[in-house]
């Protein structure tokens, strides 16, 4: 399967801070198969997130794409309106999952608003901006991802 990763941070797009949640993803996805075609760095503007998301999934390089930050409740955390944007069909189950099962860790994981949906043939899942978040999340997710690609293709239940 192939993904790529969005992730949304202004001071990491403006070069005050250095994206560590990029590569806390592309480890774990290259350890469990994945392919990563794509890597990408946004401000935190929903055009900005809403253009770069239509791109990777236009161009039907990934089967998945995996967003990192702007889901909580700051004034410029707009990815899951950006993302809700760009879907033509939503999948809340993901963003409930990780919720549900971040929650038997901490208890601010209810105040996390990341959504999934599919924008054409791919599917697009909105994770913490948090590295430790990153993988956690990830590993709630990492095994129902590929009977969801295969759902997305056509594939049987």
């Not at 990763?5 to 592309?26: F, N």
């Amino acid at each position: 399967m192939k993904a790529a990763i969005l992730t949304v941070s202004d001071r990491c797009a403006k070069g005050q801070q250095d994206d560590h949640s990029t590569p806390a993803a592309e480890d774990i996805l290259s350890r469990n198969g994945f392919e990563v075609g794509a890597r990408s760095l946004v401000p935190d503007e929903h055009d900005a997130i809403a253009g770069e998301l239509v791109r990777l999934c236009d161009d039907g390089m990934c089967d998945v794409v995996f967003t990192t930050g702007g889901t909580g409740l700051g004034p410029r955390d707009v990815t899951p309106e950006a993302t809700l944007s760009v879907c033509e069909r939503l999948v809340p189950g993901l963003g409930e999952l990780m919720r549900a099962e971040s929650l038997k860790k901490t208890r601010r994981a209810v105040l996390s608003r990341g959504v999934a949906g599919l924008c054409g043939n791919t599917l697009i899942i909105n994770l913490p901006g948090s590295p430790k978040a990153v993988r956690e999340c990830m590993e709630i997710l990492l095994d129902l991802l590929p009977h969801a690609v295969e759902m997305i293709h056509g594939g049987g239940h």
